[in-house]
């Protein structure tokens, strides 16, 4: 079977031929992103010839999507030069997290060959806590006078329109105050060139502040379907936007990070194939090492238990089983309210009727686990396996504990999220693997406290 050639190879190939011409013919087809792709997938000297092939807006779109340690590879070939054209290139916010991705020696050459007002408007930016929406947000939005008539309007965004990020939505300013809104298409549909902007902008703005959470901001964008939401200070002075496309990269860094949270270790920036085995070691092991040291807890309480254990050996085998399900109710439960909390859909003042509506949901759950533990037991423990040591008393024993690890692990689920969110912690922090450590250990001082009632 023939192998497949790929477009790095085709480059490659086309490179030690020299045939520049059709390179940037191929290259100037594709979009930035697959670009940024092809160029961090060949090796160093071709990445920076064919990057010099791209045309100036390419590449510097291609640029931005490039992950930190190959713009910093790039940045280190480029000449003072090149360098200036495509930091240039940048809209302010990207500028703005190069800066900040990269080492000190690269940030002051980044800076010297940018023009003083760019990097006065990059510094503006970079001085918001990490998590703001100022962090996040452009200062290049396109702004109209309220006294400017329609055909003035159209006028001005023709003339702006290229520095910048977004002109669909257009800001009523004056003397920086943000008085309303207006998008393109209204100007555009308006019957009289001659009308005042005022009149036809909206005054009910919805707008975030530069100390906004971007998480937050993020799914103001989502929630109103907005291409651009508007920042303003403490005075409600427009200062920046933020679009839709960073929205949508704060949400995703959000859910890694919660995944990587709920999954048991911190995450990375790096993409996977990007970030090295001892990368990956000094990522997980921390959470390893804490959850090993928190598992402790379920060996003292079985070790305390041991002569109950001694007297009824057929416990052991259930244990297991016990923690397992009251792990995974705590795990749903916690899962479902991190996502409602992510979403706005819950917040803290809801925290008597969802208790009540898992309360439900447990009893609900436990009696069906309880049945089918019950049948389990005897059909199989007892009569197919032939295990006399199991009886109607000891599978009692068991199905009651199960019902009522379901219920308190469906509890401290749909509780300890919210607690923590209330206290500005990560509801992600309490997902699983955490609840599931709380769990195990209840379940087996609730195993073992029916078994002491019950059987001794």
């Known amino acids: 079977?023939?192998?497949?050639?790929?477009?790095?190879?085709?480059?490659?190939?086309l490179i030690e031929e020299?045939?520049?011409?059709?390179?940037?013919?191929?290259?100037?087809?594709?979009?930035?992103?697959?670009?940024?792709?092809v160029l961090q997938n060949t090796d160093s000297a071709d990445m920076t010839?064919?990057?010099?092939?791209?045309?100036?807006?390419?590449?510097?779109?291609?640029?931005?999507?490039?992950?930190?340690d190959y713009q910093e590879e790039l940045i280190s070939c480029f000449s003072d030069k090149e360098l200036t054209e495509v930091i240039n290139e940048l809209y302010v916010d990207d500028a703005a997290d190069l800066?900040?991705?990269?080492?000190?020696?690269?940030?002051?050459?980044?800076?010297?060959?940018?023009?003083?007002?760019?990097?006065?408007?990059?510094?503006?930016?970079l001085k918001y806590p990490e998590n703001s929406a100022g962090s996040i947000m452009t200062t290049e939005y396109v702004s109209l006078r309220p006294d400017m008539t329609i055909k003035e309007a159209l006028e001005r965004i023709k003339k702006t329109a290229i520095d910048k990020e977004t002109i669909y939505t257009c800001y009523v300013t004056e003397k920086r105050m943000l008085l309303?809104?207006?998008?393109?298409?209204?100007?555009?549909?308006?019957?009289?060139?001659?009308?005042?902007?005022?009149?036809?902008?909206?005054?009910?703005?919805?707008?975030?502040?530069?100390?906004?959470?971007?998480?937050?901001?993020?799914?103001?964008?989502?929630?109103?379907?907005f291409l651009a939401l508007p920042i303003v200070d403490g005075d409600n002075r427009m200062v920046g936007i933020v679009t839709f496309d960073d929205a949508m990269d704060v949400i995703i860094d959000e859910v890694s990070e919660d995944i990587g949270i709920i999954s048991g270790m911190s995450t990375s920036e790096k993409s996977y194939l990007h970030t090295s085995a001892f990368e990956l070691f000094l990522?997980?092991?921390?959470?390893?090492?804490?959850?090993?040291?928190?598992?402790?807890f379920t060996g003292l309480i079985i070790s305390s238990f041991e002569d109950a254990l001694t007297k009824v050996a057929v416990l052991t085998a259930f244990i297991p089983m016990l923690m397992d399900t009251g792990g995974n109710s705590g795990s749903q439960a916690s899962v479902t309210i991190i996502r409602a909390l992510s979403l706005g859909e819950i917040k803290f003042?809801?925290?008597?009727?969802?208790?009540?509506?898992?309360?439900s949901a447990s009893i609900l759950c436990a009696a069906a686990i309880s049945v089918a533990c019950f049948a389990?037991?005897?059909?199989?423990?007892?009569?197919?396996?032939?295990?006399?040591?199991?009886?109607?008393?000891?599978?009692?024993?068991?199905?009651?504990?199960?019902a009522l690890t379901v219920i308190v692990a469906k509890f401290i689920g749909c509780a300890l999220p919210m607690i923590a969110k209330k206290l500005k912690f990560d509801p992600a922090v309490m997902a699983s693997p955490f609840i599931t450590t709380i769990v195990d250990a209840i379940s087996l001082l609730v195993y073992f406290a029916f078994a002491n009632a019950i059987l001794f």
């Open 376 to 402: 389990k037991i005897m059909l199989i423990d007892h009569l197919l396996l032939g295990n006399d040591s199991i009886n109607v008393i000891v599978a009692l024993c068991v199905c009651a504990s199960m």
């Open 349 to 359: 003042s809801d925290l008597p009727r969802v208790i009540f509506k898992e309360f």
């Open 283 to 296: 990522h997980r092991i921390p959470w390893l090492l804490l959850l090993m040291v928190s598992a402790t």
């Open 49 to 68: 010839k064919l990057f010099r092939l791209l045309p100036k807006e390419t590449a510097a779109e291609c640029f931005v999507e490039m992950e930190p």
């Open 1 to 13: 079977m023939q192998e497949k050639i790929t477009i790095e190879q085709t480059l490659s190939k």
């Open 180 to 225: 309303g809104v207006v998008t393109v298409k209204d100007l555009i549909i308006a019957k009289d060139d001659e009308e005042k902007i005022k009149n036809i902008m909206e005054t009910n703005v919805i707008c975030a502040t530069t100390l906004t959470d971007r998480e937050e901001t993020s799914q103001m964008l989502r929630k109103y379907g």
């Open 99 to 125: 800066v900040e991705e990269m080492p000190a020696n690269v940030v002051k050459r980044i800076l010297s060959n940018t023009k003083e007002g760019f990097r006065k408007e990059i510094n503006e930016i």
């Open 18 to 37: 020299k045939k520049y011409p059709t390179i940037k013919d191929i290259l100037v087809t594709m979009n930035p992103m697959d670009i940024a792709s």
